[in-house]
């Protein structure tokens, strides 16, 4: 079973609508939560992060993190077709030690928000 | 403004032969990795440095090899390339955990 586990999808949705995005995780010691954006042939980029459990909010996008059911969510309002792209769950553990910056990621969910 | 390249970006090669992705980033940061991407994988971690002359084994490390011999660079090498390592790599840097800068990849074929 892999650690972190992410819906590949595709998800398709009409503009305006509200995606919702998940991840569930299996190991206890991740504290930080990430998630990424990556356009087709192009390198993943940090949208928000979140540090242990929580909500946290930037414009149109929502992080929250349910660390009592190991279940992280990524919430998008109002979504645009320029959303459109592979969203991607990481986790990493407290910082500090060997473990220092290790991210381990979902297998990426296919977005597409057509017109 | 600083950022983070990759060379090649397409590599087409042949099983046995000995290939190095390069990597080269402009944020001073003393942390970087090597990730490949693979449908159904996502992104597995191959190496990490804290530092120069610092190198790490990540997730899946067999058959490849890192040096760092300054902080802009961490070249990625592939002893003896083998089919199943036909995959996008991508190069990342980061000195604060859940901040990682990724390079815009290299698409490497095994024939």
């Known amino acids: 079973q892999k650690e972190v586990e992410q819906d590949p999808g595709p998800l398709s949705v009409p503009e305006g609508a509200i995606v919702s995005l998940n991840c569930t995780y299996s190991n206890s010691a991740f504290q930080y939560f990430m998630w990424y954006r990556q356009y087709s042939r192009k390198g993943p980029e940090l949208l928000m992060y979140?540090?242990?459990?929580g909500n946290k909010e930037d414009g149109r996008f929502t992080a929250q993190v349910d660390k009592s059911s190991k279940y992280i969510s990524l919430f998008i309002r109002d979504s645009q077709p320029s959303d459109s792209a592979t969203y991607l769950c990481?986790?990493?553990?407290?910082?500090?030690?060997?473990?220092?910056?290790?991210?381990?990621f979902g297998q990426g969910t296919i977005l597409t928000v057509h017109p | 403004d600083a950022e983070i390249t990759q060379s090649p970006r397409h590599k087409i090669t042949e099983t046995g032969r000995q290939v190095t992705l390069a990597c080269h980033q402009t944020?001073?940061?003393?942390?970087m990795f090597w990730y490949r991407q693979d449908l159904g994988h996502g992104l597995r971690l191959i190496h990490y440095s804290y530092g120069v002359q610092d190198t790490n084994k990540g997730e899946v490390s067999d058959g490849y090899s890192v040096s760092r011999s300054n902080t802009e660079d961490l070249p990625l090498t592939l002893e003896s390339a083998a089919s199943s390592q036909t995959s996008v790599y991508f190069c990342?840097?980061?000195?604060?955990?859940?901040?990682?800068?990724f390079g815009p990849g290299t698409r490497l074929t095994v024939t």
């Open positions: 990342a840097s980061g000195d604060r955990v859940a901040e990682q800068y």
């Open positions: 979140t540090y242990s459990s």
């Open positions: 944020w001073n940061h003393n942390n």
């Open positions: 990481a986790m990493s553990p407290r910082a500090g030690g060997t473990s220092y910056g290790k991210l381990t």
